[in-house]
């Protein structure tokens, strides 16, 4: 297949293979899970369980608000608190939280499997009732992406931020339940064409797909992208195999296109043939910082702490925390947190993986960031729109468009951070918007009620003008005076009918 360049990126050292060696790994329960009820874009889950109850895995314990995704117990257990807690990440806000003790039980409340040939209107309910969201990072709520007719689907399995091997790993070892899935979802979105992209350095996991495409009847075309970040972007995907961009402020599925993550893939398969809810998923936990870096499937809500001791500890380099890639993860202040439907990787970096920290210096309009940029931005004129306050301005220049990839950070000769600006910019807009939005509602709920209010006023007068109008008129009278007659006979003779 021909593939066609993407703009920008970088050739970034790859650190995979550590983590990649041991293939996939069970991880034995922990002693607790902590599930947030926000695992995914959108409101929090609303908790349908009680402290003290007891629950089977794949029970449902949170059911969505809006367009969210329910929540279910990754093992049987018993609920121990509902109660707030920060989410990862610097300033990001608490949500309610579920605790749960798993109790060793193999009870388990799974849904009934739809047959091989259920109708799409039926995958598409159980993909929603089975809580499953994009895996990849983003959390979209996938029965939403189903919404509408789609002509290709693209599973992603380029997953190119340096350490992580997740995606290699279910790869390797699940390729023929990721095709399986990858059929599901094509059919639920009513898509003729799939493609599965695999990053071309991941050759025993291109090997495991091709062999179970040829064996599955070859219907679904397995290409091998350029190991270069961030190719597995949803819209650089999109570029290098088709040609075709997503355009500026849009969505892929202004192409007809949908992308799901390999491990989403693999879930709706679980979750149509087997009944299972999404409990669990595949995490990367690796850097110089642990002992024994590897990939374990792991029950959702599982502690960081719990899988760094799986993976043999911290070692003496241990300097950095993060949930997530070095480009794009999210540094942790402790290992309390635990990890949700879109967290793919702990790694804990050393001393000498950490960028040291230099004072920032002026621009020099060298233009390396734009060079580097995939979503062919400006960074340069972005970051001083966006330190300017004009956030307009940044929007015009496409800045929702930045996927915060880090690649003009690292190209800038000057060390501006420039992706926590936009980062902090993108969140200003965000707050900006949705502020505009509840303006708007309260503005177009005070003139409802104001509507009503003549509505009423203007009804109550009609009624009196026709009650006037009504008594002015001879039959009115005439009525009046037979209703007075009939009263002044009642009182004398009170034994009489009137
Ligand atoms: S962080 Fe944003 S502006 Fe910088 S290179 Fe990535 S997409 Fe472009
Ligand atoms: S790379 Fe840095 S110095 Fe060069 S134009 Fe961009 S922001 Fe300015």
Same mark, same amino acid.
Request: hydrophobic share 45%; aromatic share 2%.
């Given at each position: 297949?021909?593939?066609?360049?993407?703009?920008?990126?970088?050739?970034?050292?790859?650190?995979?293979?550590?983590?990649?060696?041991?293939?996939?790994?069970?991880?034995?329960?922990?002693?607790?899970?902590?599930?947030?009820?926000?695992?995914?874009?959108?409101?929090? $889950?609303?908790?349908?369980?009680?402290?003290?109850?007891?629950?089977?895995?794949?029970?449902?314990? #949170?059911?969505?608000?809006?367009?969210?995704?329910?929540?279910?117990?990754?093992?049987?257990?018993?609920?121990?608190?509902?109660?707030?807690?920060?989410?990862?990440?610097?300033?990001?806000?608490?949500?309610?939280?579920?605790?749960? @003790?798993?109790?060793?039980?193999?009870?388990?409340?799974?849904?009934?499997?739809?047959?091989?040939?259920?109708?799409?209107?039926?995958?598409?309910?159980?993909?929603?009732?089975?809580?499953?969201?994009?895996?990849?990072?983003?959390?979209?709520?996938?029965?939403?992406?189903?919404?509408? #007719?789609?002509?290709?689907?693209?599973?992603?399995?380029?997953?190119?931020?340096?350490?992580?091997?997740?995606?290699?790993?279910?790869?390797?070892?699940?390729?023929?339940?990721?095709?399986?899935?990858?059929?599901?979802?094509?059919?639920?979105?009513?898509?003729?064409?799939?493609?599965?992209?695999?990053?071309?350095?991941?050759?025993?996991?291109?090997?495991?797909?091709?062999?179970?495409?040829?064996?599955?009847?070859?219907?679904?075309?397995?290409?091998?992208?350029?190991?270069?970040?961030?190719?597995?972007?949803?819209?650089? +995907?999109?570029?290098?195999?088709?040609?075709?961009?997503?355009?500026?402020?849009?969505?892929?599925?202004?192409?007809?296109?949908?992308?799901?993550?390999?491990?989403?893939?693999?879930? $709706?398969?679980?979750?149509?043939? +087997?009944?299972?809810?999404?409990? @669990?998923?595949?995490?990367?936990?690796?850097?110089?910082?642990?002992? !024994?870096?590897?990939?374990?499937?792991?029950?959702?809500?599982?502690?960081?702490?719990?899988?760094?001791?799986?993976?043999?500890?911290?070692?003496?380099?241990?300097?950095?925390?993060?949930?997530?890639?070095?480009?794009?993860?999210?540094? +942790?202040?402790?290992?309390?947190?635990?990890?949700?439907?879109?967290?793919?990787?702990?790694?804990?970096?050393?001393?000498?993986?950490?960028?040291?920290?230099?004072?920032?210096?002026?621009?020099?309009? =060298?233009?390396?960031?734009?060079?580097?940029?995939?979503?062919?931005?400006?960074?340069?004129?972005?970051?001083?729109?966006?330190?300017?306050?004009?956030?307009?301005?940044?929007? @015009?220049?496409?800045?929702?468009? =930045?996927?915060?990839?880090? =690649? =003009?950070?690292?190209?800038?000769?000057?060390?501006?951070?420039?992706?926590?600006?936009?980062?902090?910019?993108?969140?200003?807009?965000?707050?900006?918007?949705?502020?505009?939005?509840?303006?708007?509602? $309260?503005?177009?709920?005070? @003139?409802?009620?104001? !509507?009503?209010?003549?509505?009423?006023?203007?009804?109550?007068?009609?009624? +009196?003008?026709?009650?006037?109008?009504?008594?002015?008129?001879?039959?009115?009278?005439?009525?009046?005076?037979?209703?007075?007659?009939?009263?002044? #006979?009642?009182?004398?003779?009170?034994?009489?009918?009137?």
């Amino acid at each position: 297949m021909h593939l066609h360049a993407i703009h920008g990126g970088l050739a970034l050292e790859g650190h995979k293979a550590a983590s990649a060696a041991g293939g996939l790994r069970a991880c034995p329960p922990p002693p607790r899970l902590v599930l947030a009820l926000r695992q995914h874009a959108g409101l929090p $889950a609303r908790p349908v369980v009680a402290v003290g109850e007891r629950v089977a895995r794949g029970q449902v314990l #949170a059911l969505p608000e809006g367009s969210g995704a329910p929540v279910h117990a990754p093992l049987a257990a018993r609920v121990l608190a509902i109660e707030d807690r920060p989410l990862p990440g610097q300033g990001a806000p608490a949500v309610p939280h579920l605790v749960l @003790e798993p109790t060793g039980s193999a009870e388990a409340a799974l849904l009934a499997p739809l047959p091989d040939d259920a109708a799409p209107g039926a995958l598409r309910t159980r993909i929603a009732e089975a809580g499953l969201v994009g895996l990849g990072g983003a959390g979209f709520p996938t029965a939403g992406k189903l919404d509408a #007719a789609r002509e290709l689907v693209i599973i992603n399995g380029a997953e190119c931020e340096p350490w992580i091997s997740c995606d290699d790993a279910l790869l390797r070892a699940h390729a023929g339940e990721v095709l399986r899935g990858a059929r599901l979802l094509a059919r639920a979105a009513g898509a003729r064409r799939v493609l599965l992209a695999v990053e071309d350095d991941m050759r025993e996991a291109l090997a495991a797909c091709r062999a179970a495409a040829a064996e599955d009847g070859g219907d679904i075309e397995v290409v091998a992208v350029p190991a270069r970040y961030p190719a597995g972007g949803e819209r650089q +995907l999109i570029q290098a195999l088709t040609g075709r961009e997503v355009p500026r402020g849009g969505l892929p599925r202004d192409l007809g296109i949908v992308v799901f993550n390999v491990g989403t893939a693999r879930a $709706a398969w679980r979750a149509v043939a +087997l009944g299972e809810p999404l409990v @669990e998923r595949v995490v990367t936990v690796t850097g110089p910082g642990v002992a !024994q870096p590897g990939n374990f499937l792991v029950p959702l809500g599982t502690p960081v702490s719990h899988l760094v001791e799986l993976a043999g500890g911290y070692t003496p380099l241990a300097r950095r925390l993060l949930l997530g890639g070095p480009m794009m993860g999210t540094a +942790l202040a402790h290992d309390d947190f635990p990890i949700g439907k879109t967290q793919h990787c702990v790694l804990v970096l050393g001393e000498r993986d950490l960028r040291p920290a230099t004072e920032d210096m002026p621009c020099i309009r =060298c233009g390396d960031c734009a060079s580097a940029c995939p979503a062919r931005l400006l960074p340069q004129q972005l970051l001083w729109q966006a330190r300017a306050d004009r956030l307009d301005d940044a929007r @015009e220049q496409g800045l929702p468009d =930045c996927i915060e990839c880090g =690649c =003009c950070d690292l190209a800038c000769p000057s060390h501006i951070p420039l992706t926590e600006t936009f980062r902090r910019a993108k969140g200003a807009l965000l707050a900006r918007d949705a502020d505009a939005a509840d303006a708007a509602a $309260a503005k177009a709920r005070f @003139e409802a009620r104001q !509507q009503r209010l003549e509505r009423e006023a203007a009804e109550r007068e009609a009624r +009196l003008a026709a009650r006037k109008a009504a008594a002015a008129s001879p039959e009115a009278v005439a009525a009046a005076l037979e209703r007075a007659r009939a009263r002044r #006979a009642a009182q004398q003779n009170p034994d009489e009918p009137a």
